[in-house]
């Protein structure tokens, strides 16, 4: 076989090949019939679950959906994130503002933190014009005891129907991942820090 022919019948392969593909990815998008709120969970040691999750939000906001972002744990650095969301039309921006845990070292200040915060985040979740709630290292909450899964829990599930939550951190509970539509788990591989070089501007926060 010349090297025409064999080219010619790798692309009728090929060709084939996709509208097999095709045919199989036009018969789920038929039959996904379903339009409700989701429930987003990123979680996992890698880096990027906050990343991902401020794209949708990006998103969301490209197509003119009012949302709302409360981030848990962080505050103290300045966020890229924040600096860009913080003040727009269509996003409302809480921040729990005591920095990382380690650094508070104060558990019943963080409890008192969280709660305060928590707060806000109940009203957006109770609000049927918010469209997206991005709850931003959440897990950390849940892990630690500072808030109640089951508080937690009930205001996921009675927000209104066609809201969208995402939520981050590490180690999502199997209530909460067991609540979630979508749940994505970062893997970590490998990581510039653990290499001794700084964390970056614009990359890492």
């Known amino acids: 076989m010349s090297e025409q022919d064999s080219d ?3 692309n009728a392969r090929h ?6 593909k095709k045919a199989h990815v036009d018969q789920r998008i038929a039959q996904a019939t379903i339009d409700k709120g989701l429930l987003v969970v990123l979680t996992g040691n890698g880096k990027g679950k906050s990343s991902s999750a401020f794209g949708m939000l990006a998103r969301s906001v490209g197509h ?3 949302c709302g972002v409360v981030q848990f744990i962080k505050g103290q650095w300045e966020c890229g994130e924040q600096l860009l969301f913080n003040d727009h039309p269509l996003v409302e921006f809480h921040v729990m503002n005591t920095g990382f845990t380690w650094e ?3 558990r019943e200040k963080d409890i008192a933190a969280a709660e305060a915060t928590w707060h806000q985040a109940e009203k957006l979740l109770a609000d049927p014009d918010c469209q997206v709630v991005l709850l931003d290292e959440l ?5 630690y005891g500072y808030l109640d899964s089951d508080r937690v829990c009930q ?13 981050t951190g590490r180690n999502a509970s199997d209530r909460l991942t067991g609540l979630a539509d979508t749940v994505s788990e970062v893997r970590d591989i490998k990581h510039a820090f ?3 070089i700084r964390v970056q501007k614009g990359i890492d926060y």
């Open 8 to 10: 010619t019948e790798r």
């Open 64 to 66: 003119g959906m009012r």
């Open 194 to 196: 653990n290499s001794g």
């Open 139 to 143: 897990t950390y909450m849940l892990t």
């Open 155 to 167: 205001a996921l599930e009675s927000r209104p129907a066609d809201q969208h939550v995402i939520i």
């Open 104 to 106: 508070t070292q104060d």
């Open 15 to 20: 060709k084939r090949a996709m509208q097999r």
